[in-house]
């Protein structure tokens, strides 16, 4: 099978990472508003309210506010077919519980949207990628609260009906998996635990509230138009048994349950074995109303959309917890330790269609290095055409020889952005190198990278990476 013409070759981004602006035309606090930078050893700590002094990352991303035009003339350039981004919410409803939507936020996506689409580069939006209303975290407890549903089916109305004619392709939460995988699931779903807070219960819960609102996003948006594509969207875990001792295998079996979890919901619509296993395993309390079962089983997603960085490797441990931080002698390490592993793409996709037999979007890839910008204004990053380009081979692979049905790629951060996990500028992912350091210093101007013409060639010749 050969790589579709109409395939969606682009790169992706999020607006709290990007678009700056904070508080700009009415906009309200989100979640990530109030988060500090960290580092690698230092994690981002997150207040309350905005502290003037630290709050550099998410104020002013790199700008995509106020330079919209002159990047997507740039993506343009590259040739894009499409362009991942995020709704922040905020713009729309600067404090979420509102009933009317903030006009000037509505109008900052159109001029966006026409912008794309002057150059017939396709939207993909994300619904909700890690900007939650801070409100809605302070006064509800976020998705702890099923309260929370109607706020994002008032948000999801306002923009489905609006931008209707605009955008084909949404996702409606960003890694939604993590919810179940992460300390505290705070970009995913607004929640930092309280002392003594039955951890397992709030996690099933607020997965739950999550789940019935993708569900019921999926119904009112084909509603509101029958060509939008709407999909799901997880962070792929890739991972191998770390011998070939069997108990592995059960345990790379394990391991992927977080994930199969959401998965098995929004594609299969329902709470497969798989899912009642984790529940019995997690131990909490799930509280389903009556006629949630129905919207789940009728709000099933289009496509899955997923991102991959690396692979890990898993092995049962002594006392039966599951190690997933060991070391794969077989492949080498990014400068922020994560496993590169190209083929690992291929066995993902095949993973996941031989599962769900659903169209698939890879909408995030890349690798987070420090490039450095010459006194020409040039950024030699070589390694960075590698990285993707043995990831584009492997993608082709699945495509061509194991006939997966992949729909796009876009690339993680096609312009430099601030990191999610660390708050860092200094990890870039970018085509564009962007002027500005880790104490938010810098002009914010936009440079072309050597992978910018690289991509440029990929995307020309349909996926050719030499
Ligand atoms: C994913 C997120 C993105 C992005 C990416 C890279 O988890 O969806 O928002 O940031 O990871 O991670 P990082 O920024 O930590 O390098």
């Known amino acids: 099978m050969k790589i579709s013409d109409h395939f969606l070759w682009g790169g992706a981004t999020a607006a709290n990472q990007y678009e700056g602006g904070y508080l700009a035309d009415g906009k309200g606090l989100s979640i990530a508003d109030v988060e500090t930078g960290g580092n690698i ?9 905005v502290h003037p002094h630290t709050y550099y990352p998410s104020h002013e991303g790199t700008g995509f506010y106020d330079h919209y035009k002159e990047d997507i003339a740039l993506f343009a350039e590259m040739g894009f077919k499409c362009f991942r981004m995020s709704i922040n919410w905020t713009r729309i409803f600067p404090l979420g519980d509102e009933e009317k939507p903030n006009e000037a936020g509505l109008k900052f996506y159109d001029q966006v949207f026409d912008e794309l689409l002057k150059y017939h580069i396709e939207p993909v939006v994300t619904i909700s990628h890690y900007e939650t209303p801070l409100h809605l975290v302070k006064k509800y407890g976020s998705w702890r609260n099923r309260k929370m549903i109607d706020f994002y089916m008032n948000y999801c109305r306002t923009i489905f009906k609006r931008y209707k004619d605009k955008v084909k392709y949404w996702m409606t939460f960003n890694e939604i998996n ?34 019935v609102a993708s569900a019921k996003a999926v119904i009112l948006g084909h509603q509101i138009n029958p060509n939008f594509k709407i999909g799901c969207m997880v962070q792929y875990p890739e991972s191998y048994p770390a011998t070939c001792q069997p108990l592995d295998q059960i345990a790379k079996r394990e391991y992927m349950l977080f994930t199969h979890y959401y998965l098995d919901v929004m594609c299969r619509g329902l709470y497969t074995n798989t899912c009642l296993a984790k529940q019995e395993q997690l131990g909490g309390k799930l509280i389903i109303n009556d006629g949630d079962e129905e919207l789940l089983r009728k709000g099933t997603v289009d496509f899955i959309g997923f991102s991959y960085y690396f692979s890990s490797i898993v092995s049962y441990q002594r006392d039966g917890s599951i190690n997933a931080k060991g070391r794969n002698p077989y492949l080498e390490l990014t400068d922020w330790h994560w496993h590169i592993d190209p083929l690992g793409l291929r066995v993902a996709l095949n993973e996941l269609y031989d599962r769900y037999q659903i169209p698939l979007f890879v909408v995030e890839n890349g690798l987070g290095a420090v490039d450095q910008l010459n006194e020409d204004g040039t950024v030699d990053d070589q390694y960075r055409i590698d990285f993707l380009g043995k990831h584009i081979e ?13 729909i796009g790629y876009t690339t993680w951060g096609c312009i430099d952005l601030v990191s999610a996990g660390t708050g860092e500028m200094k990890k870039r992912y970018g085509f564009i190198y962007v002027d500005k350091d880790d104490q938010g210093n810098g002009s914010l101007k936009r440079y072309r990278k050597k992978s910018f013409y690289w991509y440029k060639k990929v995307i020309e010749t349909n996926g050719q990476t030499k």
Do not use: C, W
Request: charged share 25%; glycine share 4%.
């Open 41 to 49: 050893d230092h994690p981002r700590e997150i207040h309350e309210s």
């Open 394 to 406: 492997a993608l082709k692979q699945a495509i061509e020889i194991d006939h997966v049905d992949v």
């Open 178 to 211: 993590e919810t179940m995988n992460k300390k505290n699931p705070y970009h995913q779903a607004g929640i930092l635990f309280q002392e003594g807070e039955d951890k397992a219960s709030t996690v099933l819960q607020a997965s739950h509230h999550m789940l």
